[in-house]
C-alpha cells in the first residue's frame, strides 16, 4: 500500500506520511521501521560545528568527535538521551564514546486499536517526539480528547509522526514559538507541500525560522499574518508568470476546489527549559477571501514594489519600550483581519497612544490598505470613506496648524453619538470649518450616513490625527523600515 492510499484525518500523522512518502521515492514502508527511524535521525540529528574528546578505551587514548544536537525546534520534542559510561582521565570526565541516542519504534501486544488510524496490532505508546502536541485535554478537549489515557500507535503511524518534523513552517521569537501546518488529502498536501512549503523552507532556515517572516512577535496572529503573506507572494509571482499549478489555484479561488477543503494549523507555545507549553491552537482556511483581498491591496499601492508596502504598512504597528519591542497592536489588527471584524478601532489606539509619542505618522499607503478594507470587508460606501479621508485631513491640518490637539482627543474619546456630534460641533466653530453635511445625516439606530457612528467617528479621528502629524512633523512621515525585534 503506498503511503499515500490512506489518510489518518490527524494532520501531524498525515503530514508524516507526506514526508515519508517523500523521503521514500514513493516506496511503500519497510518491513523493519527503524532503519527509516534511522534515516530520519540522519536527518535531523545533526553537527553542531563544535567538537569534544572522548576516551578510546581499546586504544588507550583521548580521540576528537564533531558533537551532534537535535535541529532546532525538534530538540524540544526529544528529550532521549544516550547515557554513556565516563571515565576520569587527569581529573577531568570524558565519555568513553561519542553519544548516540537511540531512537526506536518497538511496537509490543497484539490486537491493540492505533489511535490515530484504527489499525489493529502491536502498537507503541505515544512519544513527544512521534506527537509532539498531546496537550492537556481540559484546554484542548476538541482537539484531542483521549489523551488523558495516553495515546497508542501502529507502528506506521509513529514513524510518521516522527518524520512529521520536516513538514512544518516556524518561527522562534525568544522562548515562544510558532508551529504552521497545512492539512488536506494526502495526495493534495504532498502536492502543496512540493509547491509551496518546501520553496518556503529553503529561501531560510536559521535559529529564528525556516521561512523569511516580513515580521514577527511573541503572539499567533500576526505571525500567520505574516505567512500568509509570503504564500500569497509566491502564488501572485507563479500566477503573473502563467504557471499556477492546481492545489495554488485552489488557494486562489482560480478553481475550484477537488477534495478536502486546505486547512493551515497553526500552534503557538513556549519553551520553558524542560517542556514545550501550548498556548495556542488555531486553524485557518479563508484563504481564497484573503488573496482576493491581497490583490486588491497590491493593484492599489500599484507603486514600484506593493507588496514591500504591503509588508511595511503592518510591520509599523510596533513600539520599542526599552529592551522589548510590543507588538500587540499588529496582533489586534491582524487577528480582527483574519476574522473578518473591524480593524480601525485599533488602528485608532496606535495613532493616538504610539504614533503622538513617536512623533511619525501612519506609514505611506496604509490608509489606502485600510480604506480598502473598510470597502471590501466592512462593506461601507465608497463614497462616505471618501468624504471621510477628505474631511479628516482638512480637520487635521487645521487643528495641526492651530495646535488644536485636544479637539481630535475630543473626538477620539467621544463616547456615543452625542457626544460625537457635540465635538463636530466644536470643530465648527472653533477650527471655523464648515462640516460635510452628509456627516450630520443622522439615521435611525445610531447611524450616520448609512455606518455606524462609533465606526464613522473612528474613521475621522484616524485621518484626522494622521493628518495633524504629517503637517506638524513632515519630515517624519514613517517610510522607514521600522526596527524589528
Ligand atoms: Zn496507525
Not at 491591496?297 to 514591500?308: I, S
Request: proline share 5%; net charge neutral.
Amino acid at each position: 500500500m503506498s503511503l499515500l492510499e490512506k489518510a489518518t484525518g490527524n494532520f501531524w500523522i498525515d503530514n508524516g506520511l507526506v514526508a515519508l512518502h517523500r523521503m521514500l521515492g514513493g516506496a511503500d514502508l519497510p518491513e523493519d521501521v527503524n532503519t527509516v527511524v534511522q534515516q530520519i535521525v540522519g536527518r535531523i540529528y545533526v553537527e553542531t560545528g563544535k567538537t569534544a574528546k572522548y576516551w578510546d578505551k581499546a586504544i588507550g587514548e583521548l580521540l576528537t568527535y564533531n558533537k551532534r544536537n537535535w535541529k532546532e525546534p525538534t530538540g524540544l520534542f526529544i528529550s532521549v538521551v544516550d547515557a554513556v559510561p565516563k571515565v576520569e582521565i587527569e581529573g577531568k570526565q570524558y565519555y568513553t564514546r561519542p553519544p548516540e541516542p537511540k531512537i526506536q519504534i518497538q511496537p509490543k501486544g497484539k490486537n491493540q486499536r492505533c489511535d490515530f488510524c484504527g489499525a489493529l496490532g502491536a502498537t507503541v505508546d505515544a512519544k513527544l517526539y512521534l506527537f509532539p502536541f498531546v496537550v492537556d485535554p481540559g484546554k484542548f478537549g476538541n482537539f484531542y480528547s483521549s489523551a488523558r489515557r495516553g495515546l497508542k500507535m501502529c507502528p506506521r503511524c509513529a514513524v510518521a509522526g516522527f518524520a512529521a518534523f520536516e513538514s512544518w513552517l516556524w518561527r522562534r521569537q525568544g522562548n515562544t514559538y510558532h508551529f504552521f501546518l497545512f492539512h488536506t488529502d494526502l495526495d493534495r498536501l504532498d502536492a502543496l507541500q512540493n509547491s509551496l512549503v518546501l520553496p518556503l523552507q529553503q529561501e531560510a532556515e536559521g535559529r529564528s525560522g525556516n521561512f523569511n517572516a516580513p515580521f514577527f512577535g511573541e503572539y499567533p496572529f500576526e505571525n500567520l499574518f505574516g505567512l500568509l503573506l509570503c504564500l500569497f507572494a509566491i502564488i501572485r509571482q507563479r500566477e503573473s508568470e502563467g504557471h499556477l499549478d492546481p492545489i495554488l489555484a485552489e488557494l486562489t479561488g482560480a478553481q475550484a476546489v477537488v477534495g478536502s477543503p486546505i486547512v493551515l494549523y497553526t500552534i503557538s507555545g513556549a519553551y520553558g527549559g524542560q517542556s514545550f507549553s501550548m498556548r495556542a491552537l488555531n486553524q485557518f482556511d479563508r484563504f481564497q477571501p484573503m488573496y482576493r483581498l491581497y490583490c486588491r491591496w497590491l493593484e492599489r499601492l500599484g507603486t514600484e514594489n506593493p507588496h514591500r508596502t504591503l509588508e511595511q504598512v503592518f510591520r509599523q504597528f510596533q513600539h520599542r519600550r526599552q529592551q522589548s519591542v510590543e507588538t500587540l497592536w499588529r496582533e489586534q489588527i491582524c487577528r480582527a483581519i483574519l476574522q473578518q471584524a473591524d480593524p480601525m478601532p485599533v488602528v485608532e489606539s496606535f495613532l493616538y497612544d504610539v504614533s503622538v509619542e513617536t512623533r511619525r505618522a501612519l506609514s505611506y499607503g496604509t490608509l489606502e490598505v485600510f480604506q480598502i478594507y473598510s470597502q471590501e470587508v466592512m462593506k461601507m460606501e465608497e463614497k462616505l470613506l471618501n468624504i471621510l479621508s477628505g474631511f479628516g485631513y482638512h480637520l487635521g491640518s487645521q487643528a495641526a496648524q492651530k495646535s488644536e490637539m485636544g479637539l481630535l482627543y475630543a473626538l477620539r474619546n467621544a463616547k456615543n453619538l452625542d457626544q460625537f456630534l457635540e465635538v463636530l460641533n466644536q470643530i465648527q466653530f472653533t477650527l471655523e470649518m464648515t462640516i460635510n453635511p452628509e456627516l450630520l445625516r443622522v439615521e435611525p439606530n445610531e447611524r450616520i450616513a448609512g455606518a455606524p457612528w462609533n465606526r464613522v467617528k473612528t474613521l475621522l479621528a484616524i485621518h484626522a490625527m494622521n493628518a495633524y502629524l504629517r503637517t506638524k512633523y513632515p519630515t517624519s512621515t514613517a517610510t522607514s523600515e521600522g526596527g524589528e525585534p
